[in-house]
């Protein structure tokens, strides 16, 4: 089931911006170039709540939101701009990761995809920054883990997920898993740092250099990531998707594929029992390369054979994996 209302999407940005509308346009088309159709059933996602934000945000920051769009909105910071209609988008987008949790918990469906933006993994509890207003994925996370699930957050966008990882530092409930290039924006997840308090051991990051292609990734996550969440052992598993570490993004300088997300969302998908993951669009630029890199990750979750790009190699990485290995004992 797709969780998307592009037709309502008045989260506007400038021309300039490369977070704008198409990009959502550009990976729902996925489903189709997929060849997904008769296997999708659409759903228009519900307003998340106040209540439901205020699990992972402050409330004076979500007030402060609605207030700023209501006043017209303007720029939150260098990256991150607001408009009008901001906050209708931002809270659908987040309410549309609640929606696909309820319709697999309900057996309606066998995966779900939370097809909404902006994106959220950037946001952190008081502030938003890097094209984010609100962490969809970790306001999915956190109400899972407040009815007593473990959840994973396993989070493949070429830019760290700061706000994730803060969100859920010191959470022993939640494990959150990054994989990024290193250096680059917003400049944290560094190897060490695993959690604190009772979330020491929960929280995992692999910082790749520029170059790094999909032998590297998948070497990560079978020596690093599959371990380390099997020991976990998770109920729930979400997959904050996104999509700008393929090798066509203009913002970053990774050399994944499409070919490469299909191989990462099989190996995940066997971490958890049937009807129990998700996939939570985050970022990714190139459009064409969204639409490959969205169809070809859904169709390897649901069985499909759509893969219209080999995997990737580059052999540049892997002391990253090995120092990864090293830290957490495996």
Not at 45 to 65: M, T
Not at 85 to 101: E, I, K, P
Not at 129 to 142: E, K, T
Not at 262 to 274: E, Y
Request: aromatic fraction near 8%.
């Amino acid at each position: 089931m797709v969780f998307a209302d592009a037709e309502h999407d008045e989260h506007r940005t400038p021309d300039w911006h490369p977070e704008h509308r198409g990009r959502l346009d550009a990976a729902l088309a996925g489903i189709h170039e997929a060849g997904l159709d008769e296997a999708t059933a659409w759903c228009v996602p519900d307003e998340v709540s106040v209540d439901d934000l205020a699990l992972v945000h402050e409330r004076d920051y979500i007030f402060e939101v609605e207030r700023f769009c209501a006043a017209g909105g303007g720029d939150l910071d260098p990256d991150t701009v607001a408009t009008a209609g901001s906050w209708a988008t931002a809270r659908r987008s987040a309410g549309a990761v609640l929606g696909a949790l309820d319709a697999l918990r309900a057996g309606e469906c066998d995966v779900a995809f939370a097809g909404g933006r902006p994106p959220g993994h950037h946001a952190v509890r008081d502030r938003a920054m890097g094209f984010c207003l609100f962490n969809n994925a970790a306001v999915g996370a956190a109400k899972l883990a407040a009815a007593g699930e473990k959840v994973a957050v396993v989070d493949w966008d070429v830019h760290h997920g700061n706000g994730t990882q803060d969100i859920f530092y010191d959470d022993p409930n939640v494990m959150y898993v990054s994989t990024h290039e290193s250096p680059l924006y917003p400049g944290t997840g560094l190897l060490r740092q695993t959690g604190s308090g009772a979330g020491v051991g929960t929280n995992v990051n692999l910082p790749f250099p520029a170059g790094t292609a999909g032998d590297t990734y998948r070497a990560a996550f079978d020596e690093v990531v599959v371990p380390v969440l099997e020991r976990f052992a998770p109920d729930w598993l979400i997959i904050s998707a996104g999509f700008d570490g393929h090798r066509d993004d203009p913002l970053a300088g990774l050399r994944l594929t499409a070919g490469d997300y299909a191989d990462l969302a099989r190996r995940l998908q066997a971490l958890v029992p049937a009807q129990r993951l998700m996939v939570v669009l985050e970022g990714g630029y190139d459009l064409g390369a969204l639409t490959r890199s969205v169809g070809s990750t859904l169709s390897a979750l649901v069985g499909g054979a759509y893969r219209p790009e080999t995997a990737s190699t580059g052999e540049v990485g892997m002391p990253t994996v090995t120092a990864a290995r090293q830290l957490w004992e495996l």
